[in-house]
């Protein structure tokens, strides 16, 4: 039976209706007898290789370096306690303890900054804090405690900006690989952790200042050579720019063609028109959009923003109420009191011991990444959840006990394990994904900086929970990470939806729906209405000159 390719001549094809009706007639096609059959539309999904995806991959991992700053940031201080012994407590609690507290103004300050300047430029910008940080710590002496402190200010501040980094990776990845490279973001951290525990291990501590000073100028130099600004950007909050988003979607899709045309033609499309539950296509103004991402909280939003910065918000409750953070920050405190022992015996120092979970970290965040190609993230999240719900009650029913604390030992080397391949890793990756572009910054950076605020508050009070003195505070603070890991694996389930493979566009259509169901323009079949309100909106566009 022959088939015919619905077209009309009441469109320009310059016009971004035309390229909405494109998308239409792309995914639509009529037999003789007018019934209407839906046809795959990513077509170039299966047919990208490795020569197309190369750009994208490069442009992530070099923007993904500056994630690793705050692994480096997190084992710093226990690099600074080899070389200069506190008898202050205050100290010790202000080193650990300024860095998480100065991150949600780099956090909120980067959301600001990239919808204004753009991607690039803010990671550009975030390399100056950093590169303070290490100059002030390369000049200080361990017994000056202020520019210690100085230290820890500025690079709590560039690592609370290098948060945003998921953002670009998730509007430069196309959505097939889009969930693997944001997975990416747990690697490189780990990168960042074993990285630096292996040059404390080694170096002095001036030497070791050095050598990440050094570390982040490369950094610097390889984002300015590498790093294509996101067509994404350019299309949302400068539209007269299309020679530039041309150019930036070019490098990133620089062989294939039909690719590059998809990608652009979905670009234009989305960033000027939003099409509601009826299909109607509305004209959304650049100038207002920018203005309500800036003060996006001050205005009512659609349930396309509100829903996902919810969801976002009880994730992250979730995931710093588990413990997941606390067993890291303090391994080798809640190792001791677990263990039931003093000190680490042995030929291995405490160094060579962080060395060691800095590997086992890496391995598993690998895992996770890889495993999340082919099953998602949802699933791999709520596994993580529920592992760290059963190790954690390992914990809390065997610790204190006279026997040989084996199965303590055990529930916690499960505990930190399971973490890192779920828990730990994607909360931070769907901030990229499930909010809406337009306050994708913005919206991201706040929720960044509210996660940090309640990672303080964890990490200020868990080190009295785990001083205990016989009245099972361990056993007890266990439990508790217990039930709010087991919380988190049924909230995921009921509540979180699935990112792989989806477009942006999908994921926006889910949390729009009333009835909280996935719209997938793959899985639907658009009848005669939805066709006729193109023909109605093209016939008003012509009237009015548009």
């Not at 201080?77 to 012994?85: A, D, K, P, R, T």
């Not at 959505?175 to 040059?199: D, E, I, K, M």
């Not at 306050?439 to 960044?448: F, L, N, T």
Request: hydrophobic share 50%; charged share 10%; proline share 4%.
């Amino acid at each position: 039976m022959a088939y015919s390719t619905f077209t009309t001549p009441l469109i320009s094809r310059n016009s971004c209706v035309w390229k909405n009706h494109q998308t239409f007639s792309n995914g639509i096609q009529f037999k003789s007898n007018d019934s209407i059959t839906h046809v795959e539309q990513n077509v170039t999904t299966d047919k990208l290789c490795w020569g197309d995806l190369s750009p994208q991959i490069l442009a992530s991992v070099v923007a993904f370096l500056l994630v690793t700053q705050p692994g480096i940031n997190m084992v710093y201080s226990n690099i600074f306690l080899n070389y200069y012994e506190f008898t202050d407590v205050s100290e010790l609690s202000w080193l650990t303890s300024i860095l998480v507290m100065c991150t949600p103004i780099g956090a909120i300050a980067i959301g600001i900054i990239m919808d204004r300047i753009g991607r690039k430029n803010a990671f550009l910008l975030t390399s100056f804090p950093l590169l303070a940080s290490w100059s002030i710590a390369s000049i200080a002496r361990p017994e000056n405690m202020h520019l210690i402190y100085a230290c820890r200010f500025f690079a709590g501040i560039g690592g609370g900006m290098t948060s945003m980094v998921v953002v670009y990776v998730s509007e430069i990845a196309h959505s097939s690989h889009r969930q693997v490279l944001l997975s990416l973001n747990s690697v490189f951290f780990s990168v960042g952790v074993l990285f630096a525990t292996t040059v404390g291990s080694m170096f002095q501590w001036q030497t070791v200042n050095v050598i990440f000073f050094i570390f982040t100028a490369i950094t610097t130099v390889l984002l300015v050579i590498f790093l294509p600004e996101s067509p994404v950007w350019l299309a949302k909050f400068r539209a007269d720019q299309t020679f530039d988003a041309r150019s930036s979607m070019r490098r990133i899709y620089p062989k294939n063609d039909q690719v590059f045309a998809e990608q652009m033609d979905r670009l234009y499309c989305n960033a000027t028109t939003m099409t509601t539950a009826d299909s109607t296509v509305v004209h959304q103004p650049h100038h207002s959009r920018r203005r309500k991402s800036f003060c996006w909280w001050h205005s009512s939003q659609p349930q396309a923003v509100t829903r996902p910065v919810r969801v976002l918000a009880t994730v992250f409750l979730l995931q710093q109420l588990s413990g997941c953070y606390p067993v890291i920050f303090y391994a080798v405190p809640v190792l001791r009191s677990v263990a039931g022992i003093t000190a680490f015996g042995g030929p291995y120092s405490e160094m060579e011991v962080m060395v060691a979970l800095g590997v086992v970290r890496l391995l598993t965040s690998v895992v996770a990444c890889v495993l999340s190609a082919y099953i998602g993230r949802r699933p791999l999240l709520i596994a993580s959840s529920l592992a760290m719900a059963f190790s954690a009650a390992l914990v809390a029913l065997t610790h204190g006990q006279t026997v040989t604390p084996l199965w303590p030992l055990i529930g916690v080397s499960v505990f930190a394990c399971s973490g890192s391949a779920g828990v730990l890793v994607f909360p931070w990756t769907l901030i990229g994904e499930l909010l809406p572009v337009s306050v994708r910054a913005a919206a991201g950076a706040s929720i960044v900086a509210y996660a940090y605020t309640l990672m303080f508050i964890v990490l200020k009070a868990f080190p009295y929970a785990i001083a205990d003195d016989g009245s099972g505070f361990v056993a007890t603070t266990f439990a508790a990470f217990a039930a709010v890991s087991l919380t988190m694996a049924v909230y995921v389930h009921a509540r979180l939806p699935e990112t792989m493979g989806k477009r942006f566009d999908e994921i926006e259509a889910h949390f729009a729906d009333d009835k909280h169901a996935a719209v997938s323009l793959q899985d639907e079949l658009f009848d005669e209405a939805a066709v006729n309100s193109v023909y109605t909106y093209a016939a008003a566009s012509r009237r009015n000159g548009r």
